[in-house]
Protein backbone atom coordinates (compact mmCIF):
# COMPACT_ATOMS: atom_id res chain seq x y z
CA UNK A 1 0.00 0.00 0.00
CA UNK A 2 2.98 2.17 0.75
CA UNK A 3 4.39 1.15 -2.65
CA UNK A 4 0.85 2.24 -4.04
CA UNK A 5 0.51 5.57 -2.50
CA UNK A 6 4.07 6.39 -3.75
CA UNK A 7 3.32 5.60 -7.34
CA UNK A 8 -0.35 7.66 -7.28
CA UNK A 9 1.30 10.72 -7.77
CA UNK A 10 4.03 9.51 -10.14
CA UNK A 11 1.25 8.18 -12.43
CA UNK A 12 -1.24 11.45 -12.19
CA UNK A 13 2.13 13.49 -12.85
CA UNK A 14 2.77 11.70 -16.19
CA UNK A 15 -0.90 11.86 -16.85
CA UNK A 16 -0.84 15.35 -16.69
CA UNK A 17 2.56 15.61 -18.55
CA UNK A 18 1.36 13.78 -21.27
CA UNK A 19 -1.56 16.39 -21.15
CA UNK A 20 0.56 18.96 -21.65
CA UNK A 21 2.39 17.58 -24.13
CA UNK A 22 -0.74 16.91 -26.72
CA UNK A 23 -1.68 20.50 -26.54
CA UNK A 24 1.63 21.50 -27.02
CA UNK A 25 1.82 19.17 -30.22
CA UNK A 26 -2.00 18.74 -30.73
CA UNK A 27 -2.07 21.70 -33.31
CA UNK A 28 1.28 20.25 -35.61
CA UNK A 29 0.22 16.73 -35.64
CA UNK A 30 -3.30 17.48 -36.82
CA UNK A 31 -4.20 16.21 -40.29
CA UNK A 32 -4.30 18.94 -42.89
CA UNK A 33 -7.68 20.82 -43.75
CA UNK A 34 -8.50 19.38 -47.20
CA UNK A 35 -10.87 21.51 -49.59
CA UNK A 36 -13.89 20.72 -50.25
CA UNK A 37 -14.83 18.39 -53.05
CA UNK A 38 -16.48 20.11 -55.82
CA UNK A 39 -16.54 20.36 -59.38
CA UNK A 40 -16.58 24.10 -59.95
CA UNK A 41 -13.11 26.12 -59.01
CA UNK A 42 -13.86 29.41 -60.49
CA UNK A 43 -16.63 32.14 -61.29
CA UNK A 44 -19.26 29.34 -60.44
CA UNK A 45 -22.82 30.14 -60.91
CA UNK A 46 -24.76 30.47 -57.06
CA UNK A 47 -25.99 27.26 -55.23
CA UNK A 48 -28.96 26.12 -55.53
CA UNK A 49 -31.30 27.74 -52.47
CA UNK A 50 -33.06 26.16 -50.41
CA UNK A 51 -35.98 24.54 -52.15
CA UNK A 52 -38.51 25.00 -49.16
CA UNK A 53 -41.19 28.07 -49.74
CA UNK A 54 -40.15 31.62 -49.54
CA UNK A 55 -41.65 33.53 -46.77
CA UNK A 56 -42.38 37.17 -46.64
CA UNK A 57 -41.26 39.48 -43.92
CA UNK A 58 -42.23 43.15 -44.07
CA UNK A 59 -41.14 45.79 -41.07
CA UNK A 60 -41.89 49.72 -41.51
CA UNK A 61 -38.35 50.04 -43.12
CA UNK A 62 -37.68 47.03 -44.99
CA UNK A 63 -39.15 43.67 -46.22
CA UNK A 64 -37.36 40.35 -47.19
CA UNK A 65 -37.78 37.16 -48.38
CA UNK A 66 -36.57 33.98 -46.23
CA UNK A 67 -36.78 30.06 -46.80
CA UNK A 68 -38.73 28.59 -43.69
CA UNK A 69 -37.61 25.77 -43.13
CA UNK A 70 -34.50 25.83 -42.08
CA UNK A 71 -34.78 29.72 -41.34
CA UNK A 72 -37.47 30.94 -38.44
CA UNK A 73 -38.26 34.23 -37.03
CA UNK A 74 -36.88 35.09 -33.54
CA UNK A 75 -38.53 38.19 -33.28
CA UNK A 76 -39.29 40.97 -34.85
CA UNK A 77 -40.21 44.91 -34.64
CA UNK A 78 -41.06 48.35 -36.64
CA UNK A 79 -37.50 48.58 -37.66
CA UNK A 80 -35.62 45.04 -36.92
CA UNK A 81 -35.74 41.23 -37.93
CA UNK A 82 -33.87 38.04 -36.43
CA UNK A 83 -34.01 34.58 -37.90
CA UNK A 84 -32.64 31.74 -36.60
CA UNK A 85 -31.53 28.50 -38.33
CA UNK A 86 -30.48 25.46 -35.54
CA UNK A 87 -27.35 23.89 -36.44
CA UNK A 88 -25.12 20.80 -35.18
CA UNK A 89 -22.45 23.42 -33.90
CA UNK A 90 -25.14 26.18 -32.52
CA UNK A 91 -27.73 28.72 -33.56
CA UNK A 92 -26.92 30.47 -36.36
CA UNK A 93 -28.76 34.03 -36.08
CA UNK A 94 -29.28 36.32 -39.30
CA UNK A 95 -30.37 39.91 -38.18
CA UNK A 96 -31.48 43.14 -39.77
CA UNK A 97 -31.73 46.72 -37.94
CA UNK A 98 -33.10 50.01 -39.61
CA UNK A 99 -31.42 52.92 -38.57
CA UNK A 100 -31.38 56.63 -39.15
CA UNK A 101 -28.37 58.64 -39.94
CA UNK A 102 -27.57 61.66 -41.09
CA UNK A 103 -27.78 62.53 -44.87
CA UNK A 104 -24.58 61.60 -46.69
CA UNK A 105 -23.60 59.26 -43.88
CA UNK A 106 -21.32 56.63 -45.52
CA UNK A 107 -21.89 52.40 -45.31
CA UNK A 108 -18.59 52.44 -43.83
CA UNK A 109 -19.19 55.48 -40.86
CA UNK A 110 -22.59 53.42 -40.01
CA UNK A 111 -20.65 49.97 -39.98
CA UNK A 112 -18.16 51.11 -37.90
CA UNK A 113 -20.44 52.85 -35.20
CA UNK A 114 -22.90 50.15 -35.13
CA UNK A 115 -19.84 47.47 -34.33
CA UNK A 116 -18.56 49.63 -32.05
CA UNK A 117 -22.11 49.88 -30.13
CA UNK A 118 -22.61 46.71 -30.37
CA UNK A 119 -20.20 44.36 -31.16
CA UNK A 120 -19.37 43.70 -26.72
CA UNK A 121 -15.75 41.82 -27.05
CA UNK A 122 -15.98 40.75 -23.37
CA UNK A 123 -18.34 38.27 -24.47
CA UNK A 124 -16.01 36.11 -26.61
CA UNK A 125 -12.43 35.25 -26.35
CA UNK A 126 -9.75 36.02 -28.62
CA UNK A 127 -11.98 38.31 -30.84
CA UNK A 128 -10.30 39.20 -33.75
CA UNK A 129 -10.83 41.52 -37.09
CA UNK A 130 -10.82 39.27 -40.43
CA UNK A 131 -10.88 41.66 -42.68
CA UNK A 132 -13.77 43.49 -44.83
CA UNK A 133 -16.35 41.44 -46.35
CA UNK A 134 -16.03 41.76 -50.49
CA UNK A 135 -19.08 43.21 -52.52
CA UNK A 136 -21.09 44.05 -49.57
CA UNK A 137 -24.23 45.16 -50.28
CA UNK A 138 -27.53 45.03 -49.11
CA UNK A 139 -31.10 44.93 -51.11
CA UNK A 140 -28.36 45.67 -53.93
CA UNK A 141 -27.25 48.94 -52.57
CA UNK A 142 -23.88 49.14 -52.14
CA UNK A 143 -22.21 49.09 -48.96
CA UNK A 144 -19.44 47.81 -46.33
CA UNK A 145 -18.74 44.65 -44.67
CA UNK A 146 -16.55 43.67 -41.92
CA UNK A 147 -16.08 39.70 -40.75
CA UNK A 148 -14.81 38.69 -37.19
CA UNK A 149 -13.88 35.68 -35.28
CA UNK A 150 -14.01 34.58 -31.90
CA UNK A 151 -14.78 31.81 -29.14
CA UNK A 152 -17.72 31.83 -27.17
CA UNK A 153 -16.43 31.85 -23.80
CA UNK A 154 -18.79 30.51 -21.24
CA UNK A 155 -17.17 28.22 -18.61
CA UNK A 156 -20.19 26.04 -18.81
CA UNK A 157 -20.17 25.35 -22.31
CA UNK A 158 -18.02 24.22 -25.15
CA UNK A 159 -15.49 26.97 -26.46
CA UNK A 160 -16.89 26.62 -29.47
CA UNK A 161 -15.34 29.53 -32.59
CA UNK A 162 -17.75 31.65 -34.27
CA UNK A 163 -17.77 33.82 -37.23
CA UNK A 164 -19.06 36.98 -37.15
CA UNK A 165 -20.55 39.34 -40.36
CA UNK A 166 -21.20 42.54 -40.32
CA UNK A 167 -22.70 44.64 -43.43
CA UNK A 168 -24.03 48.06 -43.47
CA UNK A 169 -25.24 50.24 -46.71
CA UNK A 170 -26.81 53.43 -46.52
CA UNK A 171 -29.57 55.53 -48.87
CA UNK A 172 -30.43 58.80 -47.68
CA UNK A 173 -30.99 59.14 -44.48
CA UNK A 174 -31.95 55.36 -44.38
CA UNK A 175 -29.51 52.76 -43.52
CA UNK A 176 -29.92 48.68 -42.43
CA UNK A 177 -27.17 46.61 -40.86
CA UNK A 178 -27.00 43.10 -41.32
CA UNK A 179 -25.31 40.93 -38.72
CA UNK A 180 -25.22 37.19 -38.65
CA UNK A 181 -23.34 34.95 -35.93
CA UNK A 182 -22.57 31.23 -37.14
CA UNK A 183 -20.66 28.94 -35.37
CA UNK A 184 -19.53 27.12 -39.20
CA UNK A 185 -16.20 28.13 -40.72
CA UNK A 186 -17.73 30.20 -43.68
CA UNK A 187 -13.58 29.56 -45.03
CA UNK A 188 -14.08 26.28 -44.45
CA UNK A 189 -17.37 25.20 -46.32
CA UNK A 190 -18.77 21.40 -45.89
CA UNK A 191 -21.64 21.13 -48.64
CA UNK A 192 -21.77 17.34 -48.28
CA UNK A 193 -23.41 18.32 -44.49
CA UNK A 194 -26.69 19.09 -45.14
CA UNK A 195 -27.21 21.04 -41.87
CA UNK A 196 -24.94 23.42 -42.67
CA UNK A 197 -25.78 26.88 -43.79
CA UNK A 198 -25.15 27.14 -47.61
CA UNK A 199 -22.99 29.53 -48.52
CA UNK A 200 -25.51 31.49 -50.20
CA UNK A 201 -27.76 31.58 -48.01
CA UNK A 202 -26.99 34.87 -46.58
CA UNK A 203 -26.75 36.40 -50.14
CA UNK A 204 -30.49 35.07 -50.59
CA UNK A 205 -31.58 37.40 -47.28
CA UNK A 206 -29.68 40.11 -48.48
CA UNK A 207 -30.53 40.29 -52.28
CA UNK A 208 -34.17 39.85 -51.64
CA UNK A 209 -34.11 43.18 -49.53
CA UNK A 210 -36.66 45.80 -50.89
CA UNK A 211 -35.81 49.52 -49.03
CA UNK A 212 -39.39 50.81 -48.25
CA UNK B 1 -8.40 23.77 35.39
CA UNK B 2 -12.57 23.15 35.30
CA UNK B 3 -13.60 24.42 31.82
CA UNK B 4 -16.65 26.60 32.61
CA UNK B 5 -18.08 25.44 29.45
CA UNK B 6 -18.06 21.66 29.28
CA UNK B 7 -17.30 21.28 33.04
CA UNK B 8 -13.65 18.90 32.19
CA UNK B 9 -10.82 19.58 34.38
CA UNK B 10 -8.32 20.83 31.17
CA UNK B 11 -4.69 21.33 32.02
CA UNK B 12 -4.07 25.31 31.79
CA UNK B 13 -3.95 27.54 28.87
CA UNK B 14 -5.95 29.18 26.15
CA UNK B 15 -8.24 27.05 25.32
CA UNK B 16 -9.85 23.90 26.96
CA UNK B 17 -8.50 20.52 25.32
CA UNK B 18 -12.18 18.95 26.00
CA UNK B 19 -14.25 21.45 24.32
CA UNK B 20 -12.26 23.57 22.48
CA UNK B 21 -13.60 26.91 24.26
CA UNK B 22 -11.97 29.63 24.76
CA UNK B 23 -10.51 29.88 28.22
CA UNK B 24 -8.78 33.47 28.09
CA UNK B 25 -10.00 36.78 26.84
CA UNK B 26 -10.56 37.35 23.33
CA UNK B 27 -12.44 39.42 20.59
CA UNK B 28 -14.99 36.38 20.84
CA UNK B 29 -18.76 37.24 21.80
CA UNK B 30 -19.03 33.09 22.47
CA UNK B 31 -16.45 31.91 23.84
CA UNK B 32 -17.59 28.07 23.28
CA UNK B 33 -18.45 28.47 19.78
CA UNK B 34 -15.10 30.85 19.40
CA UNK B 35 -15.65 32.35 15.74
CA UNK B 36 -12.08 34.21 15.31
CA UNK B 37 -10.20 31.21 15.63
CA UNK B 38 -10.99 28.69 12.80
CA UNK B 39 -10.83 24.77 14.15
CA UNK B 40 -8.91 23.87 12.04
CA UNK B 41 -6.51 26.78 11.83
CA UNK B 42 -7.13 28.88 14.79
CA UNK B 43 -4.68 31.45 13.34
CA UNK B 44 -8.03 32.70 11.16
CA UNK B 45 -11.19 33.52 11.96
CA UNK B 46 -14.53 31.00 10.71
CA UNK B 47 -15.26 34.00 8.42
CA UNK B 48 -11.94 34.39 6.82
CA UNK B 49 -12.67 33.23 3.12
CA UNK B 50 -9.52 31.37 3.16
CA UNK B 51 -9.03 28.47 0.19
CA UNK B 52 -6.24 26.54 1.51
CA UNK B 53 -7.68 26.07 5.24
CA UNK B 54 -10.90 25.02 3.61
CA UNK B 55 -10.24 23.02 1.09
CA UNK B 56 -6.59 21.55 2.96
CA UNK B 57 -7.63 21.21 6.41
CA UNK B 58 -4.85 19.04 7.18
CA UNK B 59 -2.05 21.65 6.79
CA UNK B 60 0.33 23.34 9.45
CA UNK B 61 0.29 27.22 9.47
CA UNK B 62 3.55 26.85 7.02
CA UNK B 63 2.83 24.87 4.64
CA UNK B 64 -1.18 26.57 4.83
CA UNK B 65 1.02 29.73 3.42
CA UNK B 66 3.25 27.96 0.88
CA UNK B 67 0.28 26.05 -0.59
CA UNK B 68 -1.72 29.43 -0.88
CA UNK B 69 1.64 30.57 -2.52
CA UNK B 70 2.09 27.82 -4.97
CA UNK B 71 -1.89 28.09 -5.81
CA UNK B 72 -1.46 31.84 -6.73
CA UNK B 73 1.79 31.45 -8.42
CA UNK B 74 0.58 28.86 -10.66
CA UNK B 75 -2.40 30.84 -11.43
CA UNK B 76 -0.72 33.66 -12.51
CA UNK B 77 1.95 31.50 -14.65
CA UNK B 78 -1.27 30.33 -16.24
CA UNK B 79 -2.28 33.54 -16.71
CA UNK B 80 0.60 34.46 -18.22
CA UNK B 81 0.56 31.66 -21.03
CA UNK B 82 -2.54 32.39 -21.77
CA UNK B 83 -2.04 36.25 -22.62
CA UNK B 84 1.15 35.25 -24.65
CA UNK B 85 -1.50 33.40 -26.51
CA UNK B 86 -0.32 29.86 -25.61
CA UNK B 87 -3.67 28.80 -25.32
CA UNK B 88 -3.87 25.31 -25.04
CA UNK B 89 -1.12 24.79 -22.72
CA UNK B 90 -3.17 27.25 -20.69
CA UNK B 91 -5.93 25.47 -20.91
CA UNK B 92 -4.87 22.10 -20.11
CA UNK B 93 -2.49 23.58 -16.87
CA UNK B 94 -5.91 25.80 -15.80
CA UNK B 95 -8.00 22.47 -16.01
CA UNK B 96 -5.47 20.71 -13.68
CA UNK B 97 -4.02 23.02 -11.38
CA UNK B 98 -6.43 22.46 -8.56
CA UNK B 99 -6.82 18.96 -8.82
CA UNK B 100 -2.90 18.30 -8.93
CA UNK B 101 -2.55 20.50 -6.13
CA UNK B 102 -5.02 18.53 -4.13
CA UNK B 103 -2.87 15.50 -5.33
CA UNK B 104 0.41 17.20 -3.59
CA UNK B 105 -1.55 17.93 -0.48
CA UNK B 106 -2.81 14.92 0.01
CA UNK B 107 1.02 13.12 -0.72
CA UNK B 108 2.76 15.89 1.36
CA UNK B 109 0.19 15.43 4.88
CA UNK B 110 -0.33 11.78 4.39
CA UNK B 111 -4.40 12.10 5.14
CA UNK B 112 -4.74 8.13 5.48
CA UNK B 113 -1.14 7.45 6.44
CA UNK B 114 -0.99 3.72 6.03
CA UNK B 115 -4.62 3.39 4.65
CA UNK B 116 -5.28 2.52 1.08
CA UNK B 117 -4.60 5.46 -1.00
CA UNK B 118 -6.17 4.09 -4.11
CA UNK B 119 -9.74 5.19 -2.13
CA UNK B 120 -8.90 8.94 -2.61
CA UNK B 121 -7.81 8.35 -6.24
CA UNK B 122 -10.97 5.96 -7.41
CA UNK B 123 -13.16 8.75 -5.95
CA UNK B 124 -10.87 11.24 -7.61
CA UNK B 125 -11.27 8.54 -10.74
CA UNK B 126 -15.07 8.29 -10.35
CA UNK B 127 -15.97 11.98 -10.34
CA UNK B 128 -13.33 12.20 -13.65
CA UNK B 129 -14.86 9.55 -15.65
CA UNK B 130 -18.37 10.21 -14.96
CA UNK B 131 -17.62 13.95 -15.75
CA UNK B 132 -15.99 13.15 -19.22
CA UNK B 133 -19.24 10.89 -19.96
CA UNK B 134 -21.72 13.24 -19.01
CA UNK B 135 -20.01 16.35 -20.36
CA UNK B 136 -19.55 14.19 -24.27
CA UNK B 137 -22.58 12.80 -24.25
CA UNK B 138 -24.49 16.26 -23.42
CA UNK B 139 -21.75 18.30 -25.61
CA UNK B 140 -24.07 18.18 -28.62
CA UNK B 141 -27.15 19.12 -26.57
CA UNK B 142 -25.85 21.99 -24.77
CA UNK B 143 -23.70 23.39 -27.99
CA UNK B 144 -26.62 23.10 -30.37
CA UNK B 145 -28.58 26.01 -28.48
CA UNK B 146 -25.96 28.40 -28.15
CA UNK B 147 -26.85 31.79 -29.62
CA UNK B 148 -25.32 35.08 -29.65
CA UNK B 149 -26.75 38.47 -29.78
CA UNK B 150 -30.19 36.65 -29.59
CA UNK B 151 -31.79 35.92 -26.29
CA UNK B 152 -31.56 32.14 -25.29
CA UNK B 153 -34.46 29.61 -25.88
CA UNK B 154 -35.90 29.16 -22.90
CA UNK B 155 -35.52 25.16 -23.21
CA UNK B 156 -31.43 25.90 -23.45
CA UNK B 157 -31.56 28.14 -20.60
CA UNK B 158 -33.45 25.34 -18.87
CA UNK B 159 -30.82 22.56 -19.56
CA UNK B 160 -27.76 24.70 -19.16
CA UNK B 161 -28.47 27.15 -16.18
CA UNK B 162 -30.56 23.84 -14.65
CA UNK B 163 -30.88 20.16 -15.78
CA UNK B 164 -26.71 20.28 -16.37
CA UNK B 165 -25.64 21.97 -12.80
CA UNK B 166 -28.25 19.38 -11.23
CA UNK B 167 -27.07 16.32 -13.23
CA UNK B 168 -22.89 17.33 -12.52
CA UNK B 169 -23.92 17.54 -8.59
CA UNK B 170 -25.72 14.25 -8.41
CA UNK B 171 -22.64 12.76 -10.28
CA UNK B 172 -20.14 14.28 -8.25
CA UNK B 173 -21.71 12.67 -5.25
CA UNK B 174 -21.71 9.17 -6.47
CA UNK B 175 -18.19 8.39 -5.23
CA UNK B 176 -18.56 9.57 -2.20
CA UNK B 177 -21.89 8.13 -1.71
CA UNK B 178 -20.42 5.28 -2.53
CA UNK B 179 -17.61 5.09 0.08
CA UNK B 180 -20.62 6.50 2.30
CA UNK B 181 -22.55 3.12 2.23
CA UNK B 182 -19.74 0.78 1.88
CA UNK B 183 -16.84 2.39 3.97
CA UNK B 184 -18.39 4.14 6.24
CA UNK B 185 -17.02 1.84 9.67
CA UNK B 186 -13.88 2.97 7.98
CA UNK B 187 -14.03 6.70 7.12
CA UNK B 188 -16.43 7.95 9.60
CA UNK B 189 -15.12 11.29 9.99
CA UNK B 190 -16.68 14.30 8.28
CA UNK B 191 -13.60 15.48 7.51
CA UNK B 192 -13.06 12.46 5.75
CA UNK B 193 -16.39 13.03 3.63
CA UNK B 194 -15.82 16.37 3.09
CA UNK B 195 -12.07 15.07 1.59
CA UNK B 196 -13.80 12.50 -0.48
CA UNK B 197 -16.56 15.42 -1.72
CA UNK B 198 -13.35 17.20 -3.16
CA UNK B 199 -11.78 15.04 -4.89
CA UNK B 200 -14.57 14.10 -6.62
CA UNK B 201 -15.48 17.26 -7.16
CA UNK B 202 -12.09 18.49 -8.51
CA UNK B 203 -11.69 15.27 -10.85
CA UNK B 204 -15.50 15.99 -12.56
CA UNK B 205 -14.27 19.70 -13.10
CA UNK B 206 -10.97 18.43 -14.91
CA UNK B 207 -12.82 16.31 -17.23
CA UNK B 208 -15.52 18.93 -17.99
CA UNK B 209 -12.88 21.65 -18.65
CA UNK B 210 -11.01 19.74 -20.86
CA UNK B 211 -13.98 18.37 -22.44
CA UNK B 212 -15.97 21.83 -22.88
CA UNK B 213 -12.15 23.43 -24.17
CA UNK B 214 -11.12 20.71 -26.59
CA UNK B 215 -11.29 22.56 -29.57
CA UNK B 216 -9.07 25.26 -27.91
CA UNK B 217 -6.87 22.67 -26.82
CA UNK B 218 -6.58 21.05 -30.14
CA UNK B 219 -6.03 24.32 -32.39
CA UNK B 220 -9.17 23.99 -33.65
CA UNK B 221 -10.89 27.01 -32.51
CA UNK B 222 -9.39 30.53 -33.34
CA UNK B 223 -6.90 31.86 -30.48
CA UNK B 224 -6.26 35.14 -31.71
CA UNK B 225 -7.17 38.91 -30.72
CA UNK B 226 -6.96 40.18 -27.55
CA UNK B 227 -4.79 38.53 -25.38
CA UNK B 228 -6.15 39.54 -22.12
CA UNK B 229 -9.49 38.16 -23.16
CA UNK B 230 -7.35 34.31 -23.74
CA UNK B 231 -6.51 35.10 -19.71
CA UNK B 232 -9.21 36.06 -18.38
CA UNK B 233 -10.61 32.58 -19.41
CA UNK B 234 -8.32 31.12 -17.39
CA UNK B 235 -9.40 32.63 -14.15
CA UNK B 236 -12.84 30.59 -13.77
CA UNK B 237 -11.00 27.31 -15.35
CA UNK B 238 -8.20 27.04 -13.16
CA UNK B 239 -9.63 28.72 -9.88
CA UNK B 240 -13.10 29.46 -9.23
CA UNK B 241 -15.00 26.58 -11.48
CA UNK B 242 -12.98 23.52 -10.06
CA UNK B 243 -13.14 25.91 -6.35
CA UNK B 244 -17.18 25.46 -7.03
CA UNK B 245 -17.31 22.16 -7.69
CA UNK B 246 -15.28 20.95 -5.28
CA UNK B 247 -17.07 23.51 -2.78
CA UNK B 248 -20.37 22.10 -3.11
CA UNK B 249 -19.50 18.39 -3.14
CA UNK B 250 -17.67 18.46 -0.40
CA UNK B 251 -20.24 20.97 1.48
CA UNK B 252 -22.69 18.28 0.63
CA UNK B 253 -20.18 15.22 2.01
CA UNK B 254 -19.13 16.94 5.19
CA UNK B 255 -22.76 17.63 6.42
CA UNK B 256 -23.71 14.10 5.07
CA UNK B 257 -21.10 12.68 7.12
CA UNK B 258 -21.44 15.17 10.25
CA UNK B 259 -24.83 14.27 10.38
CA UNK B 260 -24.48 10.54 10.71
CA UNK B 261 -21.56 10.92 13.12
CA UNK B 262 -22.22 9.29 16.44
CA UNK B 263 -20.69 11.29 18.43
CA UNK B 264 -22.74 12.92 20.47
CA UNK B 265 -22.83 16.26 19.97
CA UNK B 266 -21.59 18.91 23.13
CA UNK B 267 -24.30 21.40 22.56
CA UNK B 268 -27.05 22.19 20.12
CA UNK B 269 -25.58 22.66 16.70
CA UNK B 270 -26.16 25.40 14.14
CA UNK B 271 -28.89 25.00 11.53
CA UNK B 272 -26.69 25.83 9.25
CA UNK B 273 -24.95 22.61 9.12
CA UNK B 274 -27.35 20.48 8.63
CA UNK B 275 -27.52 18.76 5.14
CA UNK B 276 -30.61 20.42 4.09
CA UNK B 277 -29.07 23.48 4.03
CA UNK B 278 -25.93 22.31 2.71
CA UNK B 279 -28.24 20.35 -0.46
CA UNK B 280 -29.86 23.79 -0.78
CA UNK B 281 -26.88 25.98 -0.89
CA UNK B 282 -24.90 23.35 -3.37
CA UNK B 283 -27.96 23.40 -5.74
CA UNK B 284 -27.72 26.69 -5.37
CA UNK B 285 -23.60 27.31 -5.80
CA UNK B 286 -24.18 25.23 -9.12
CA UNK B 287 -27.48 26.98 -10.84
CA UNK B 288 -26.62 30.66 -9.98
CA UNK B 289 -23.17 30.71 -12.44
CA UNK B 290 -24.84 28.45 -14.61
CA UNK B 291 -28.11 30.44 -15.41
CA UNK B 292 -25.61 33.86 -14.65
CA UNK B 293 -23.21 33.25 -17.17
CA UNK B 294 -26.25 31.93 -19.62
CA UNK B 295 -28.28 35.22 -19.45
CA UNK B 296 -26.05 37.58 -19.30
CA UNK B 297 -22.47 36.19 -19.76
CA UNK B 298 -19.32 38.56 -20.08
CA UNK B 299 -15.67 37.83 -19.58
CA UNK B 300 -15.71 39.50 -16.53
CA UNK B 301 -19.27 39.02 -15.24
CA UNK B 302 -18.56 35.37 -16.05
CA UNK B 303 -15.95 35.57 -13.18
CA UNK B 304 -18.29 37.29 -11.03
CA UNK B 305 -21.38 34.80 -11.10
CA UNK B 306 -18.10 32.27 -10.01
CA UNK B 307 -16.49 33.98 -7.45
CA UNK B 308 -19.79 34.93 -5.64
CA UNK B 309 -21.49 31.66 -4.83
CA UNK B 310 -17.70 30.38 -4.42
CA UNK B 311 -17.59 33.14 -1.47
CA UNK B 312 -20.97 32.01 0.17
CA UNK B 313 -19.97 28.16 0.06
CA UNK B 314 -16.61 28.55 1.44
CA UNK B 315 -17.94 30.74 4.08
CA UNK B 316 -20.61 27.51 4.48
CA UNK B 317 -18.27 24.98 4.16
CA UNK B 318 -16.09 26.24 7.03
CA UNK B 319 -18.91 27.26 8.89
CA UNK B 320 -19.79 23.40 8.89
CA UNK B 321 -16.21 22.28 8.88
CA UNK B 322 -15.83 24.37 12.14
CA UNK B 323 -19.22 23.30 14.26
CA UNK B 324 -18.28 19.84 13.82
CA UNK B 325 -14.93 19.92 15.02
CA UNK B 326 -16.19 21.96 17.80
CA UNK B 327 -19.22 20.88 18.93
CA UNK B 328 -18.26 16.98 17.82
CA UNK B 329 -14.87 16.65 19.31
CA UNK B 330 -13.36 13.39 20.30
CA UNK B 331 -9.95 12.26 21.77
CA UNK B 332 -7.88 10.86 18.49
CA UNK B 333 -4.81 10.66 20.17
CA UNK B 334 -3.17 8.06 22.53
CA UNK B 335 -3.65 9.87 25.72
CA UNK B 336 -0.06 11.15 26.01
CA UNK B 337 1.47 14.62 25.43
CA UNK B 338 2.11 15.63 21.61
CA UNK B 339 3.98 18.26 20.18
CA UNK B 340 1.17 20.24 18.50
CA UNK B 341 1.68 20.71 14.78
CA UNK B 342 0.67 24.15 14.78
CA UNK B 343 1.84 26.07 17.49
CA UNK B 344 4.63 24.09 18.23
CA UNK B 345 4.17 23.29 22.27
CA UNK B 346 4.05 20.56 24.44
CA UNK B 347 0.44 19.71 24.97
CA UNK B 348 -2.06 16.51 26.32
CA UNK B 349 -2.75 14.84 23.34
CA UNK B 350 -6.46 15.71 23.72
CA UNK B 351 -9.36 16.72 21.32
CA UNK B 352 -8.35 20.04 20.85
CA UNK B 353 -4.10 21.96 21.89
CA UNK B 354 -5.31 24.25 24.99
CA UNK B 355 -2.61 26.42 23.66
CA UNK B 356 -3.45 27.26 20.20
CA UNK B 357 -6.93 25.97 20.28
CA UNK B 358 -6.63 23.88 17.06
CA UNK B 359 -8.96 20.77 17.04
CA UNK B 360 -6.47 17.67 17.08
CA UNK B 361 -8.79 15.65 14.45
CA UNK B 362 -8.05 18.64 12.10
CA UNK B 363 -4.05 16.94 12.06
CA UNK B 364 -2.91 14.13 9.83
CA UNK B 365 -2.16 10.84 11.56
CA UNK B 366 1.10 11.03 10.86
CA UNK B 367 1.93 14.63 12.43
CA UNK B 368 0.02 12.99 15.71
CA UNK B 369 3.46 11.71 16.99
CA UNK B 370 3.32 11.43 20.72
CA UNK B 371 6.46 12.66 22.76
CA UNK B 372 8.98 10.76 24.36
CA UNK B 373 9.99 10.49 27.55
CA UNK B 374 13.14 12.77 27.36
CA UNK B 375 13.29 13.73 24.32
CA UNK B 376 12.78 17.67 23.27
CA UNK B 377 9.52 18.38 21.93
CA UNK B 378 11.32 20.14 18.93
CA UNK B 379 11.98 16.25 17.44
CA UNK B 380 8.95 15.08 18.34
CA UNK B 381 6.86 15.42 14.89
CA UNK B 382 8.67 14.96 11.46
CA UNK B 383 8.94 18.65 11.60
CA UNK B 384 10.87 20.44 8.45
CA UNK B 385 12.56 23.41 8.46
CA UNK B 386 9.54 24.95 6.25
CA UNK B 387 7.29 24.06 9.15
CA UNK B 388 9.36 26.54 11.47
CA UNK B 389 7.25 29.29 12.97
CA UNK B 390 7.94 31.62 15.18
CA UNK B 391 6.06 31.34 18.02
CA UNK B 392 6.13 34.89 19.96
CA UNK B 393 2.59 35.38 20.83
CA UNK B 394 1.61 31.61 22.33
CA UNK B 395 3.35 31.23 25.56
CA UNK B 396 4.47 27.85 26.66
CA UNK B 397 1.51 25.92 28.16
CA UNK B 398 3.80 25.08 31.29
CA UNK B 399 3.62 28.73 31.81
CA UNK B 400 -0.23 29.13 33.62
CA UNK B 401 0.02 33.23 34.22
CA UNK B 402 -1.45 34.64 31.13
CA UNK B 403 -0.31 37.29 28.45
CA UNK B 404 0.40 40.58 30.03
CA UNK B 405 -3.40 41.72 27.84
CA UNK B 406 -5.31 39.20 29.08
CA UNK B 407 -6.99 38.43 32.52
CA UNK B 408 -7.42 35.60 34.58
CA UNK B 409 -11.15 35.92 34.42
CA UNK B 410 -11.12 36.13 30.07
CA UNK B 411 -14.26 34.60 29.38
CA UNK B 412 -16.15 36.28 31.95
CA UNK B 413 -14.78 39.30 30.18
CA UNK B 414 -16.12 37.91 26.98
CA UNK B 415 -19.28 37.16 27.99
CA UNK B 416 -19.79 40.36 29.47
Known amino acids: ?212 | MICPHCGNETPEGHYCGYCGARLTASANRNPARRGSAYAANPHQSVYQPDVISTFFPHLNPARTRLFGWILAGLAVVIFALGFARFVPISTVLAALLVPLLYLAYFYVVQVYEDEPAWVLGATFLIGAILGLVATLLLYRSVISGQSIFVRPKPSHVLLVGVGVPLLAQALMLVGPLILFFARRQRFNDMLDGLTFGVASGLGYAAAESIVYSWLLITGLAPALGDPSSLALRTIPLALLKPLLYAGTTGLICAALWLRFDRTPPTREMSALTSLPVALIAAILGMIIPALGVTLYGGQWLNILWYAIPLLGIILLLRQVLHVGLIDKARSVGHGGTITCPHCHQTVADLPFCSNCGIAMRSISKRARVPVTAGAPAETATDRTSADTIPNTTQPDTTDTTPPPDQPTEGHDAENA
Open chain 1, 1 to 212: MQRMRRRLPLLFGLLAVALVAMACGAEAALPPQQPAATPCVSNCPPLVGYSSPMKLLSTDHFSFYYSSPPWSVDSQDSSSATLLHDSDYGTISAQFFAVSVRSGTSADALLSSWTRQNLDSSQFAGLQDEGPVNGAEIGYVRGAGEQYAAVVNQPNAPNVPIYIQIMASTQGTSGIVFAAVSPLDPNKPDPTNPRQVRSNAYDQLVNSLSWL
